[in-house]
């Protein structure tokens, strides 16, 4: 084992970084597959506070080994509002993931970065190529493709993953801004202790108390959620 951690830990930072890319997609993939087997019998309002809540449980190590140190910030502001964004997202999210088929999920959250690529150009005055503006517009293309007026993607829940990513995008921003004075284990426990009473409050409004495999499967989202997290703010 440690020789193999020793292995990795020689890799050069190009092969780490596509290997945590690798990693984050299975587990969001396998979070998506759960929350759609589940959403037939909760509410997605319901399971993303279990996401969350089960997501703390796994951040809870981390807590144990630095203390209270990163949960200091002098930037409150911008950690809310990433807060109510991502919870907004989430909620989109869980209920667009519970009417659409997973192939059109995933198709669908891919518009997520060609929102930020924008909302970086306008917003962070980032430096806009052709070859970068030419990507975006067949990004888009494709998009409108998808979404013309009539397909089914309209009716199956669709629009509600297109919000969801325009608002992660927006989040996305607000972490990028972050992550200037703020470090990576911060941005993620903020993230935690917003989420869990934010999604918390919405799920109240359609409570349903789950069984213990319902638990089960919640708790394999959060782990599954959060561990994808980690690995995109890490790489």
């Given at each position: 084992m440690r020789r193999s951690i020793a292995r990795l830990a020689r890799l050069p930072g190009n092969v780490?970084?596509?290997l945590l890319i690798l990693l984050s997609t299975l587990c969001v993939s396998g979070m998506?597959?759960?929350v759609r087997h589940i959403a037939s019998d909760l509410p997605p309002f319901e399971i993303a506070f279990f996401r969350n809540l089960f997501g703390l449980v796994v951040l809870a190590p981390l807590?144990?080994?630095?203390?209270?140190?990163?949960?200091?910030t002098e930037r409150f502001t911008a950690h809310l509002g990433r807060g109510v964004l991502n919870a907004l997202s989430m909620l989109s999210f869980f209920t667009g993931v519970s009417l659409t088929p997973l192939a059109n999920v995933a198709a669908l959250s891919f518009t997520a970065p060609l929102f930020a690529t924008i909302g970086a150009i306008l917003l962070l005055?980032?430096?806009?190529r052709r070859g970068r503006w030419l990507a975006l517009g067949i990004g888009f293309l494709g998009m409108l493709t998808m979404l013309r007026p009539g397909a089914d993607l309209l009716q199956s829940g669709g629009l509600y993953i297109v919000f969801s990513s325009g608002l992660w995008a927006a989040s996305l921003l607000?972490?990028?801004?972050?992550a200037r004075t703020e470090s990576s284990l911060t941005i993620?426990?903020?993230m935690g202790l917003w989420l869990t009473p934010l999604t918390g409050l919405a799920a109240a409004f359609v409570w349903q108390t789950p069984n213990v495999l319902q638990l089960a499967w919640m708790l394999a989202i959060g782990a599954l959620g959060t561990l994808g997290h980690l690995?995109?703010?890490w790489r």
């Open positions: 780490k970084g596509l998506q597959a759960m807590l144990l080994r630095h203390g209270a140190a990163p949960l200091k005055k980032e430096q806009a607000i972490i990028k801004s972050l993620t426990l903020d690995e995109n703010l």
